[in-house]
C-alpha cells in the first residue's frame, strides 16, 4: 500500500489539508497527519470539525510532540510528505532545518530521504525573507506548490479550486486521483 505524510500548518486554508486526506483515501493511500498546535486553531476558525473529525479524515495520527514517532524516521517507508496549508513558520523551519516539532522533523526526514515534500505556502503578499526561505526550501529539494488558482477548468464553486490543488499537490507525489479534471488543450 502506498503511504504518505500529512501535515496540517497554522496558516489559513486548511481546507486543502482536509481535501488531501479525502483525495488520498480516495485513491487508497494510508495516510499518517501531523497538526501543528496552530494548525487546529485554524481548524477551529475555518471549519465546523472537530478535532476528532479531522483526526478520522485519516489513518494514524500523530502528536506533534512526538519526535519519536514512526514518521519521523527515514527507515519509516512513505511516498513523500504534504504540508497544506503551509505557513511561513513551518516553511521556514524545513528551510533551515529546525525540526523543534513533529511536522518540521518528518519534514526533514523527507528531504534527507530525497522523497517529495510538497508545501502548499500561504501568504502573500511576500516578503524577501518569505522568497529567500522557499529558495532553501527548494534547493533542499522541496517543491514549493503556493495554492494558486487555476481557473483554465473554469471552476465553478471554491470547492472545485480545492479540489484541483489538492489534487495536483497528490500528482507531485505520483498518486493518481480518479476524476480529476485535467487540461486536455
Given at each position: 500500500?502506498?503511504?504518505?505524510?500529512?501535515?496540517?500548518?497554522?496558516?489559513?486554508?486548511?481546507?486543502?489539508?482536509?481535501?488531501?486526506?479525502?483525495?488520498?483515501?480516495?485513491?487508497?493511500?494510508?495516510?499518517?497527519?501531523?497538526?501543528?498546535?496552530?494548525?487546529?486553531?485554524?481548524?477551529?476558525?475555518?471549519?465546523?470539525?472537530?478535532?476528532?473529525?479531522?483526526?478520522?479524515?485519516?489513518?494514524?495520527?500523530?502528536?506533534?510532540?512526538?519526535?519519536?514517532?514512526?514518521?519521523?524516521?527515514?527507515?519509516?517507508?512513505?511516498?513523500?510528505?504534504?504540508?497544506?496549508?503551509?505557513?511561513?513558520?513551518?516553511?521556514?523551519?524545513?528551510?533551515?532545518?529546525?525540526?523543534?516539532?513533529?511536522?518540521?522533523?518528518?519534514?526533514?526526514?523527507?528531504?534527507?530521504?530525497?522523497?517529495?515534500?510538497?508545501?502548499?505556502?500561504r501568504e502573500t503578499p511576500l516578503t524577501l525573507g518569505h522568497l529567500?526561505?522557499?529558495?532553501?526550501?527548494?534547493?533542499?529539494?522541496?517543491?514549493?506548490?503556493p495554492p494558486v488558482p487555476a481557473f483554465y477548468l473554469r471552476p465553478?464553486?471554491?470547492?472545485?479550486?480545492?479540489?484541483?490543488?489538492?489534487?495536483?499537490?497528490?500528482?507531485?507525489?505520483?498518486?493518481?486521483?480518479?476524476?480529476?479534471?485535467?487540461?486536455?488543450?
Open positions: 500500500m502506498r503511504r504518505l505524510v500529512v501535515g496540517i500548518s497554522g496558516a489559513t486554508g486548511i481546507a486543502y489539508g482536509i481535501r488531501v486526506l479525502e483525495l488520498a483515501r480516495k485513491a487508497g493511500v494510508e495516510t499518517h497527519l501531523v497538526v501543528t498546535p496552530a494548525g487546529q486553531q485554524t481548524r477551529a476558525y475555518e471549519t465546523d470539525l472537530g478535532a476528532r473529525d479531522l483526526a478520522a479524515l485519516a489513518d494514524v495520527v500523530h502528536r506533534p510532540a512526538d519526535v519519536g514517532a514512526a514518521i519521523a524516521s527515514g527507515s519509516f517507508r512513505t511516498d513523500g510528505m504534504i504540508v497544506a496549508p503551509c505557513s511561513v513558520r513551518t516553511l521556514s523551519a524545513v528551510a533551515y532545518s529546525m525540526n523543534d516539532n513533529l511536522l518540521t522533523r518528518a519534514a526533514d526526514v523527507t528531504l534527507k530521504e530525497r522523497r517529495r515534500l510538497v508545501l502548499l505556502v529567500r526561505a522557499m529558495t532553501a526550501a527548494t534547493e533542499s529539494g522541496a517543491i514549493v506548490m465553478g464553486s471554491v470547492d472545485d479550486i480545492v479540489d484541483h490543488t489538492a489534487g495536483r499537490a497528490l500528482d507531485l507525489l505520483g498518486i493518481d486521483v480518479p476524476d480529476l479534471p485535467r487540461w486536455g488543450g
